[in-house]
């Protein structure tokens, strides 16, 4: 475990495999939440979150749980309640809150729960960082930053897809571009720039 390891994951989840841009996790939410800022940065900061601590229980529930008692094979629908439970705590507090904001949410909240980017990082997280069985040394720490990174990630690319298609707004844009069709065309934009990023060597 070293500094240079961090720094991979960081450049990697960030940049080389955004979790929407490249891995195409959570399109869901991109695609809707992203007309303005506020509720992007607002989102991003919900999805940040729950994926944090998801990757964190997750970790001590396979490492601690399913490991010693043989029940990998219930990784998938463990990890779901997992999430559930943080999505349910995250839309309590945003509807106590900010009640507007929860309205502008709308149902792309409680979706979070079934958000394939949150899985996605609790399973490679233990793809990643369990070898045999066995937990790698420092996995615990990898875990917890690569789910931070992967929020980090989740973030950049919905504030550039945010601004964009605010300043489209302001564009006469012919009708049968409008909204979605013109979402998807920026949005393979801005994942075929990332691409650029692969040519990263550490």
């Not at 990643?128 to 950049?156: P, W």
């Not at 009708?175 to 920026?186: D, G, M, R, V």
Request: proline residues 3%; positive net charge.
């Amino acid at each position: 475990m070293n500094l240079r390891d961090f720094l991979t994951i960081f450049i990697s989840c960030v940049f080389i495999y955004n979790v929407i841009l490249s891995r195409f996790l959570g399109l869901c939410s991109f695609i809707a939440i992203s007309k303005e800022t506020k509720p992007a940065l607002a989102m991003s900061g919900a999805v940040m979150f729950v994926i944090t601590m998801s990757s964190v229980i997750t970790w001590f529930v396979y490492r601690f749980l399913l490991l010693p008692f043989d029940l990998a094979y219930l990784r998938t629908i463990s990890f779901i309640l997992v999430i559930a439970a943080f999505v349910q705590f995250v839309e309590m507090v945003i509807r106590k809150v900010s009640p507007h904001l929860y309205r502008a949410f709308g149902i792309y909240l409680p979706l979070i729960t079934v958000n394939c980017a949150v899985l996605g990082v609790a399973v490679l997280n233990i793809d990643m960082f369990f070898i045999n069985g066995k937990a790698v040394a420092g996995s615990f720490y990898y875990s917890l930053f690569q789910g931070i990174c992967v929020g980090l990630g989740y973030t950049l690319a919905m504030l550039l897809m945010s601004g964009i298609r605010e300043r489209i707004e302001l564009c006469n844009v012919p009708e049968s571009f409008k909204e979605f069709p013109l979402a998807f065309i920026i949005a393979s934009i801005l994942s075929l720039s990332f691409m650029g990023f692969n040519g990263f060597k550490f």
